[in-house]
């Protein structure tokens, strides 16, 4: 009997884990490298980085406008003020906006749908923003753009309607930039779900085997461009994919770019990283809060970029030498910087420069001179730097004596400093498995920790020897939870929550206007569709911190307080305690878990998916019965059944 149980916990326990970890593995990461740029013996003149205005161009991009009928109405305007002030001069190719074009959130924040009028107003945005520039303009779907959207074909999905790009396409596209030196692709990812619930259950993206082929395919056409940009809205490491995953299906392209996490809140305006492929992930900051925007150029096929912020004056940046911690020699040709007779830069400016002053490693070179349009040069030997890593520093003044100053480091050798290190695990992890792991591991831990005591016929043999307060206290915890454990009106109830909320469905809710879905942690069911599971593990990680465990703790801490027990569970009483101590320790404890229990029922899940929600809701509204139902037992503890559990 007591082997059985012991057996069956452990295959549950195993099976929790299976579940969830199985898909974590992911063998193909390494060896993905594509070397695309060989040197030429002898490459032609005119491929030489120089002092010509040739093989060069640039183009902009901007993400999270989150234009709202409810929350800071500048947002359009500005981005109308960007294209008369900045477009204009800066004349880009091509203008990237990678999602969240609109806000689709209720003014409480917590519900969301589709607004055409806000979507009229980005519409209108586009026309007023064209008479000031000569941009193809290449926007996507961000998690916002989708909330509440049933299907691509519906009447809902207003980026068909409004968005430069949705007349002709539904999901991702391949644009080609050509020119007469070169081939260049953009490819759009769109990982938005399909349906679109509404949010919080859309933060994550997802890639339906759909889409991957349709990204091949893109991939597969536009394999002999000079350089492939990859866009999308989500980072790699908030899309849900099987293996060998986006990152291999990108390998041939220099960079992803994307958006979503904005700066984090300031804390990581730079979030860029270089994956095992060699590929760039740069995020880009909102236009939401921040008004920032990221010029990046292809100078000789040389990749450089520069985020900056509505008001920033004059933009500048240096394309040779390529700033080092950027560098990717298997997708760039950067031997043309050891080759190179020019240091390269790009000035953009409202008013006349009066002088490019050019330092490396602190000493003045010189001026640079102006070629034409925003490319200035200065004569340079890069095989006095031929090792370990220099800066280059541009001190740049107009004729109204405002100055800017640039620095980068370079290398001619290869060497590069290593990226920041919190941006390099955001962007690099695959965020919905580890969520997944933590939480698998969480109940899987909690199961067995209970399973164990549960077998133990007496607890004292396990207690730790020494008197030191820590063996005290572990100690005393060790025979309360074990009280638990033993206590069969207790122990079931609270391993089958566990387990509820592992397996089975949290609640039901409209999670697109006409169409209930049901969620369960591994996934969503909505409109005849499964969404995979994984901004819930991260919910679930909340429920089983912020109810489970704490409510174990109050069962286990009231059980002891109330009843005393031997040693083996022979003799079971029930102790006297004071009204005070009855209320502090139990009445309180219950309360404010009830109560914080029914502050989340009532709020989150409902305000987003409706009061189904609440009426459907077994593991949050469960929890309240479930709580009542506890505290209620501890009084009400049958003291045969305590002793029939002893199995000995
Ligand atoms: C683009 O690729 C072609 C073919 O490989 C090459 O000849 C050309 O120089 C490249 N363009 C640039 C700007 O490097």
Not at 178 to 185: D, E, L
Not at 477 to 493: C, E, F, G, H, Q
């Amino acid at each position: 009997m007591r082997l059985l149980h012991l057996i069956v916990l452990y295959f549950v326990g195993i099976a929790v884990l299976c579940t969830f970890i199985v898909d974590l593995i992911d063998s193909r990461t390494g060896n993905d490298h594509v070397t695309k740029h060989k040197q030429s013996e002898n490459e032609k003149n005119e491929d030489k980085m120089g002092d010509k205005y040739d093989r060069v161009f640039w183009i902009v991009q901007i993400s999270d406008f989150h234009i709202s009928k409810f929350f800071d109405k500048q947002r359009a305007p500005d981005v109308v003020r960007f294209c008369k002030d900045y477009l204009s001069v800066i004349k880009p190719d091509i203008v990237l906006a990678t999602g969240d074009l609109v806000d689709a959130k209720e003014r409480n924040g917590r519900g969301s749908g589709q607004y055409r009028i806000e979507w009229e107003e980005y519409h209108k945005t586009l026309r007023e923003c064209s008479k000031f520039h000569n941009a193809r303009w290449l926007d996507i779907r961000g998690n916002h753009d989708a909330f509440d959207v049933p299907d691509l074909q519906s009447q809902q999905n207003l980026y068909r309607q409004y968005s430069a790009q949705g007349l002709e396409h539904t999901t991702s596209y391949k644009y080609v930039h050509t020119t007469k030196y070169g081939k260049y692709s953009f490819i759009s990812v769109d990982a938005c779900p399909d349906p679109g619930p509404r949010r919080p259950f859309n933060f994550f993206g997802q890639l339906n085997d759909d889409r991957v082929t349709e990204l091949q395919r893109h991939r597969d056409e536009t394999i002999d461009s000079n350089q492939t940009v990859w866009f999308g809205h989500y980072p790699t490491s908030l899309i849900v994919q099987d293996p060998p995953g986006l990152k291999h299906i990108m390998r041939q392209g220099i960079v992803y770019l994307c958006g979503h996490l904005h700066t984090l809140n300031g804390l990581m305006p730079n979030m860029y990283t270089r994956h095992k492929t060699g590929m760039l992930e740069l995020e880009l900051g909102d236009w939401k809060d921040n008004r920032i925007f990221r010029i990046l150029v292809f100078d000789h096929d040389i990749l450089s970029f520069l985020d900056a912020s509505l008001g920033e004056w004059p933009l500048v940046i240096i394309t040779n030498p390529k700033n080092a911690l950027f560098q990717s020699e298997s997708h760039e040709p950067l031997y043309r910087q050891r080759e190179s007779t020019h240091i390269r830069i790009l000035i953009f400016h409202t008013v006349k420069i009066d002088s490019v002053a050019v330092y490396i490693d602190n000493r003045f070179l010189g001026n640079a001179h102006h070629v034409e349009g925003p490319l200035y040069v200065f004569q340079w030997n890069p095989l006095s730097y031929s090792t370990a890593i220099h800066s280059i520093r541009i001190t740049v003044e107009d004729i109204e004596g405002k100055k800017k100053n640039v620095q980068q480091p370079f290398s001619i050798d290869g060497s590069r400093p290593d990226f920041l290190l919190a941006p390099r695990f955001l962007l690099m992890m695959n965020i919905s498995s580890v969520g997944k792991v933590v939480f698998a591991v969480m109940v899987f831990v909690y199961i067995l920790f209970l399973g164990f005591l549960r077998q133990c016929s007496n607890i004292r043999n396990f207690f730790f020897e020494g008197e030191s307060l820590l063996e005290y206290y572990v100690n005393r915890w060790l025979w309360k939870l074990w009280l638990t454990a033993r206590t069969n009106s207790i122990y079931y109830p609270i391993l089958g929550a566990i387990l509820y909320v592992t397996f089975g469905p949290w609640f039901a809710g409209d999670f697109l206007e006409n169409h209930t879905g049901v969620l369960f942690v591994w996934g969503l069911f909505v409109n005849g569709s499964f969404i995979p599971g994984s901004h819930t593990y991260f919910y679930g990680i909340f429920h089983v911190i912020t109810f489970h465990v704490p409510l174990l703790l109050h069962l286990s801490h009231s059980l002891d307080l109330l009843y005393i027990a031997s040693g083996n569970l022979q003799e079971v009483k029930v102790r006297r305690i004071t009204p005070f101590q009855r209320i502090t320790q139990t009445y309180l404890p219950f309360a404010i878990l009830f109560l914080f229990q029914l502050f989340t029922t009532l709020t989150e899940f409902p305000g987003a998916y409706g009061t189904k929600a609440i009426t459907l809701g077994p593991v949050r509204t469960g929890s309240l019965f479930l709580t009542a139902y506890l505290q209620y037992s501890l009084f009400h503890i049958p003291l045969q059944r305590v002793q029939s559990v002893n199995y000995s």
